[in-house]
Nanobody
């Protein structure tokens, strides 16, 4: 019904930057909250940053001041600009969207497949 496709992951040196994108498509009436999560090997999946449809944002303490989340409502896309990357930012990054579907107006939580970010010299 709804798909999320992430892109932008890769290998970057410590101190470098990456920009992740997540585009939603399908039976979308509206998207309320969109967020990025990450999961490092052997660890739980944690929220990194979130943004509402009116662009109110929230961040994990570990990324505040380094990461910025934005969204383009016309494109149903959320971005994560990651600066001053550290080795501990290495993880698979997942996009999540809280979607209201067309026609039946049901609410659905949708996840992307993940994109790997590796911070290493």
């Amino acid at each position: 019904q709804v798909q999320l496709v992430e892109s932008g992951g890769g290998l970057v040196q410590p101190g470098g930057s990456l920009r992740l994108s997540c585009a939603a498509s399908g039976r979308i009436f509206s998207i309320n909250y969109m967020a990025w999560y990450r999961q490092a090997p052997g660890k739980e999946r944690d929220m990194v940053a979130g943004i509402t449809s009116s662009s109110t944002t929230n961040y994990a303490d570990s990324v505040t001041g380094r990461f910025t989340i934005t969204r383009d409502n016309a494109k149903n896309t959320v971005y994560l600009q990651m600066n001053s990357l550290k080795a501990e930012d290495t993880a698979v990054y997942y996009c999540r969207a809280d979607v209201r579907l067309k026609y039946n107006f049901r609410n659905l939580e949708v996840w992307g497949q993940g994109t790997l970010v590796t911070v290493s010299s």
